[in-house]
């Protein structure tokens, strides 16, 4: 919502003031400088990437029109479905959990927490270190040391998305020059028409420069910098998890485990100890 809300404003500023200063909307109407400059770059992003990368960016850059899924509700259910699993384990032992990892879609541990059950990438990663911790005698630090390199995949493959619409939003002044060039190249053969009509001709070439600059730097490069904050908010989320199932293995109570995944969480979607134990305690009842 907030990126349509950043495009109109730019669009009633940029367009907004052309007009006011008396300048003709219609005069940057150029659908051939449109067509050279979109096509030029989307061209350049299916050349320089590979179909991997053109997938996820496809993929991810709807996600950057909606609200975040990432907000203090959504980490209160993670925290709670922690606390239910790790007070499960606490109570029955390790063995107790196996029908729910290994199904967790029909589990009634993690059913009640459908906005969690519904990420299946944050359920596998649960699912995989609890089913780590039923069948391996692999302690707290190679857990760790695995979970780390694996949140670094993560990052990795996160970033993908981000790098392409960076650099596709660098390529668009380059082909608003090659469009004004063109339209300067197509002036020069026509010098033999009236100065009128030579002014438009030079005035349509410039349009070129301005699409690519607007385009770049007011609609494009502005989404490689929201899919990187959603890519942080999403690594938090694994974070959390990450911290909490380490201090339970150190021994640590599922209370104070899933306090120690609270205190990682950015402060503006960090619950208060307080809001998350009652979260906890109106879920038990």
Request: glycine content about 10%; charged content about 20%; hydrophobic content about 45%.
């Amino acid at each position: 919502m907030l990126v349509g809300v950043g495009y109109i404003i730019i669009i009633i500023s940029v367009f907004g003031g052309f007009a006011l200063a008396g300048g003709h909307l219609l005069a940057l109407w150029q659908p051939v400088e449109i067509l050279m400059i979109c096509g030029g770059a989307i061209g350049a992003f299916v050349v320089g990437n590979s179909s991997k990368a053109i997938k996820a960016t496809l993929k991810a850059l709807p996600g950057v029109f909606k609200e975040t899924p990432y907000n203090k509700a959504v980490y209160m259910e993670l925290m709670t479905l922690l606390y239910d699993v790790l007070s499960k384990i606490r109570k029955e032992g390790l063995m107790s959990i196996e029908s729910d990892v290994d199904d967790p879609q029909n589990s009634a541990l993690f059913s009640k927490y459908p906005a969690i059950i519904a990420d299946h990438h944050v359920i596998e990663f649960i699912t995989d270190y609890l089913r780590l911790m039923i069948g391996g005698n692999l302690n707290s630090m190679e857990i760790e040391n695995l979970m780390d390199n694996e949140l670094e995949t993560h990052h990795q493959e996160g970033e993908v998305p981000v790098h392409v619409v960076a650099k596709l939003g660098d390529g668009l002044p380059a082909f608003g020059i090659v469009a004004a060039v063109m339209g300067v190249v197509h002036t020069m053969e026509s010098v033999h028409l009236p100065p009128a009509e030579l002014g438009m001709l030079i005035a349509a070439a410039l349009v070129g420069t301005f699409l690519g600059i607007l385009l770049a730097y007011g609609f494009v490069t502005p989404l490689s910098g929201k899919l990187e904050h959603r890519l942080h908010e999403s690594s938090k989320l694994f974070e959390c998890i990450k911290v909490t199932l380490l201090a339970n293995l150190n021994g640590y109570s599922p209370v104070l485990a899933i306090e120690f995944g609270r205190k990682v969480l950015f402060t503006t979607e960090r619950p208060s100890f307080m809001e998350l134990e009652e979260h906890v305690k109106n879920s038990k009842s």
